[in-house]
């Protein structure tokens, strides 16, 4: 246990060095905010980097209209709780203004479509740093990403054209227009997460922890009935206990059968799992091989 104490410690110094200087180098930043476990964490860093005084961003969240209702009850609990600026950007607004459309197909996601609302909101509020809860282990691409990685213009970002960072040395300067994602938990795994998370016993939203769900059965996945998401004649819909490994929409995001009651249960089944989150749960993911990729390109967290 000291062991694992300290490589926290060792990661948590580094998320708030990074918070800092983001701070430190930026004039406008602001934290993406979604309600889930990383990016609870992310403000729970931020906590300790910036207490007693108050955040020096806002936190923002880019809301699908498609999220968990469990998630967003948190989202506005944990902001008042700890009384920061919390600022919505609404991907239903975005779909009105540019008269886009959803995914086609039983499952409609909007996870593209939140790019428009983002971007919206970086322009809207000047923000030239969003600080987000990414990490490496999660996904090919984003296994790509620097620390601090430079977004064009448009919002766009190119992975050939990422900065070398050496040792902790982290560059800010921007050309005007552009933007910077910052990802203080880069270097953490889902692993690392939920044994800081029950080092500082962090409160999270219920659906984290087993619970009855109606389910449809879709291939392989377990996938929450919802007003999004009705069944079919021919679909297999059952009741199960389920939890969530993360949190996104609720037509793209799976539940994964469990009993997990406490995070130390949760621990023990990501030890003993050898699929990651994403790739277990994330029907997104799995529309092509580079999937997310293609979507960070456009301008995606």
Wanted: aromatic fraction near 10%; charged fraction near 30%.
């Amino acid at each position: 246990m000291t062991n694992t104490n300290n490589y926290l410690e060792q990661l948590e110094d580094e998320a708030i060095y990074i918070l800092r200087e983001t701070a430190a180098q930026f004039e406008k930043p602001a934290l993406l905010f979604s309600g889930g476990k990383d990016s609870i964490v992310l403000v729970h860093l931020a906590l300790k980097a910036f207490r007693p005084g108050k955040f020096p961003f806002p936190l923002v969240h880019i809301d699908t209209g498609h999220n968990f209702p469990e998630a967003i009850a948190f989202r506005d609990y944990l902001a008042n709780q700890i009384d920061e600026k919390l600022i919505v950007a609404s991907v239903e607004d975005s779909i009105k203004k540019y008269n886009l459309k959803e995914t086609a197909g039983r499952f409609p996601s909007r996870n593209a479509l939140q790019t428009y609302a983002l971007l919206d909101a970086i322009q809207d509020n000047e923000f030239d740093a969003c600080i987000g809860g990414a990490r490496r282990d999660e996904e090919k691409a984003r296994a790509k990403e620097r620390i601090f990685s430079i977004r064009d213009d448009f919002g766009q970002w190119d992975p050939k054209l990422q900065r070398p960072e050496l040792w902790d040395i982290l560059n800010g300067k921007v050309q005007k227009g552009h933007n910077v994602r910052v990802f203080p938990i880069s270097n953490w795994t889902e692993l690392d997460v939920w044994n800081y998370i029950q080092k500082y016993d962090i409160e999270l939203p219920s659906l984290y922890f087993a619970h009855e769900r109606e389910c449809i059965v879709h291939y392989d996945k377990l996938v929450a009935t919802s007003q999004f998401i009705k069944p079919l004649q021919d679909d297999i819909v059952v009741n199960e206990r389920v939890r969530y490994r993360t949190v996104g929409d609720m037509t793209c995001t799976a539940a994964v059968s469990s009993n997990a009651t406490s995070v130390q249960d949760i621990i023990d089944d990501i030890i003993s799992t050898r699929i990651s989150e994403r790739g277990q749960t994330r029907l997104d993911d799995q529309l092509s091989e580079a999937a997310m990729e293609d979507r960070k390109k456009q301008g995606y967290f």
